[in-house]
């Protein structure tokens, strides 16, 4: 996912400064080497397709099993990473062990990912996390990822240089947006987006989050930008706003409403999405991973509107070092959002 590459991009930096004639090798998907090419502080990428990982492994083979690594950092908790880092050469192996509480007929017990037989047998430095999230929410250090991940840097005595999350524009994407920005916008504006997340929400979230859009609209420009999959909400903001769509390199009118404070920007490319996330005044989502990890890299403060109950377990995604707020859903009305200011 972009907004987990994003939220460990501080390490990147932290282990560069600590060896400065290192050689950093990153393993991604090709969804997110789109923009894990824009950091300088990897040296070689192992691009995986999604679709295929046994490919994956042959045409990367000798890269993966013939390489002597000195450091291997497994933190994105996927089995497959698992397996593969098992058989990686690496002097230092580094991993999160997640423990995961479970009831069946009755009684608890644990499961652990990787197993804890595996984990010391394979790694060297390693912290436990447990996915409970309310037996160790009084302390971040075993709980909120980016601080598990500092963790077991200093374990291995690493420096802690940099704390804040790095994004790097593509320059490719600066020249469509400034195109669109002279001819459309052309003043400040306040950015909302919307994700595929947002079919699991109740009919008065939606009723409650279109009384926002239009106190945003009544005296601020509001660009809201989509994912790529279509949602049910989706519908209805197409129906009421004018809408864009991203064909061909450049983004054009989909149809022909007057509507022109609010305007709907479907099917962005990442990195061009970036350019509106960093000249917007604020950025407003549902826990958009990607908008979430970018805006505090871009200094930009983020509103983050979720239901209750996922308060616990999103603690865990906020980037350390970022200008963030949070609105349960639960909490809107109408004497709320009138007085709120976003």
């Not at 590459?5 to 400064?17: A, G, M, Q, T, V």
């Not at 279109?210 to 809201?224: A, E, G, R």
């Not at 064909?247 to 970036?274: G, R, Y």
């Not at 209750?308 to 963030?324: A, G, M, Q, T």
Request: net charge positive.
């Amino acid at each position: 996912m972009l907004g987990d590459l994003i939220l460990f991009s501080p390490c990147l930096k932290i282990i560069k400064d600590n060896n400065k004639d290192s050689h950093v090798t990153l393993i991604c998907s090709d969804y997110n080497f789109r923009i894990a090419k824009n950091y300088s502080y990897i040296d070689e990428f192992i691009i995986f397709s999604r679709k295929n990982m046994f490919m994956n492994i042959f045409k990367n083979f000798r890269k993966l099993f013939f390489t002597k690594y000195k450091y291997l950092f497994q933190f994105d908790g996927k089995n497959s990473s698992y397996f593969i880092s098992y058989f990686v050469f690496s002097k230092i192996k580094s991993t999160i062990c997640f423990i995961k509480h479970k009831r069946f007929f009755g009684l608890n017990y644990l499961i652990s990912r990787p197993s804890k037989y595996l984990l010391k047998i394979f790694y060297n430095n390693f912290i436990y996390c447990d996915e409970e999230y309310t037996v160790s929410k009084n302390d971040k250090s075993l709980v909120q990822y980016q601080a598990i991940y500092f963790n077991l840097l200093e374990k291995l005595n690493f420096k802690i240089t940099h704390k804040k999350n790095l994004f790097f524009l593509d320059k490719s994407s600066q020249e469509i947006y400034n195109k669109f920005f002279d001819q459309f916008i052309n003043q400040k504006y306040l950015l909302f987006h919307f994700d595929e997340k947002w079919d699991r929400y109740k009919p008065i979230d939606y009723e409650n989050t279109l009384k926002i859009i239009n106190k945003i609209s009544k005296k601020n420009k509001l660009i809201i930008t989509t994912g790529v999959k279509d949602f049910t909400f989706l519908k209805d903001l197409n129906k009421k706003f004018k809408v864009f769509n991203f064909i061909n390199n450049e983004i054009v009118p989909n149809n022909s409403t007057n509507v022109t404070n609010v305007m709907v920007l479907k099917n962005l490319p990442v990195n061009l999405l970036s350019y509106f996330i960093k000249n917007s005044e604020k950025n407003i989502s549902s826990h958009s991973g990607f908008v979430v990890q970018v805006s505090p890299a871009l200094n930009k403060d983020t509103i983050d509107i979720i239901p209750k109950s996922k308060n616990e377990e999103l603690d865990r995604w906020i980037p350390l070092v970022s200008k963030y707020q949070r609105i349960n859903f639960e909490e809107l009305n109408d004497a709320f959002i009138e007085n709120f200011k976003f």
